[in-house]
């Protein structure tokens, strides 16, 4: 059964840090480009970092890029997401996502709620 489980959201104040993991189990890991998205209210779902299979590439939103850093443990089929300086306008929930490589398959957690606000 394939699973992604995401953890490590919560309310921080702006300035303030947050790493998110995601659990992956049910698939082949070390397979997968994986890739962290957002979706704030009212608004649609946003690519926000991804990461290569073996992890030797990485990319980001304009909006994250310099603040988040997107990492993985294929040992321990898990991707984080490192995110510093936070604003309030980087609440949303956040989702990570499996895609297969040279596939359409695709996995999706339940996501994680952050919210940045004093």
């Known amino acids: 059964q394939v699973q992604l489980v995401e953890s490590g959201g919560g309310l921080v104040q702006p300035g303030g840090s947050l790493r998110l993991s995601c659990a992956a189990s049910?698939?082949?890991?070390?397979?997968?480009?994986m890739s962290w998205y957002r979706q704030a209210p009212g608004k649609e779902r946003e690519l926000v970092a991804v990461i290569t299979s073996v992890g030797g590439s990485t990319n980001y939103a304009d909006s994250v890029k310099g603040r988040f850093t997107i990492s993985r443990d294929n040992a321990k089929n898990t991707v984080y997401l490192q995110m510093n300086s936070l604003k309030p306008e980087d609440t949303a929930v956040y989702y990570c996502k499996a895609q297969r490589v040279v596939s359409t398959i695709e996995h999706w957690g339940q996501g994680t709620q952050v919210t940045v606000s004093s």
């Open positions: 049910g698939f082949t890991f070390s397979r997968y480009v």
